[in-house]
């Protein structure tokens, strides 16, 4: 089973941009789906992103399209979030999660590896 860890997170001005970045070890990343998803105080963890094991489909939640893109280097055992135009209403912990079934799935019940997170603040 791969082990997940977050980075990239931060302190960022409303308009700004961050790229967090989620490392895997110790399994076969590529072929786990692997997905972002976050959590704000008070609020249920949701959904951002998915993406399949070798990066042929995506899938967005509304409220982040066009402004975040998912991508992953199987080389390199890493899966990215680029995050843009960013809003204080995107601030939250952000975990990314892998799934065995390799497709991205959208249920976060599908999720059986999660990383422990990387705070995002987005200051107005």
């Known amino acids: 089973q791969v082990q997940l860890v977050e980075s990239g997170g931060g302190l960022v001005q409303a308009g700004g941009s961050l790229r967090l970045s989620c490392a895997a070890s110790?399994?076969?990343?590529?072929?786990?789906?692997m997905g972002w998803f976050r959590q704000a105080p008070g609020k249920e963890r949701e959904v951002l992103c998915t993406?399949?094991?070798?990066?042929?489909?995506?899938y967005y939640v509304d409220s982040v399209k066009g402004r975040f893109t998912i991508s992953r280097d199987n080389r390199k055992n890493t899966v990215f979030l680029q995050m843009n135009s960013l809003k204080p209403e995107d601030t939250a912990v952000y975990y990314c999660?892998?799934?065995?079934?390799?497709?991205?799935?959208?249920?976060?019940?599908?999720?059986?590896?999660w990383g422990q997170g990387t705070q995002v603040t987005v200051s107005s």
């Open positions: 993406i399949s094991w070798n990066g042929g489909s995506r």
């Open positions: 110790g399994g076969t990343f590529s072929t786990y789906g």
């Open positions: 999660a892998a799934e065995p079934t390799g497709w991205g799935r959208l249920n976060s019940y599908a999720y059986d590896t």
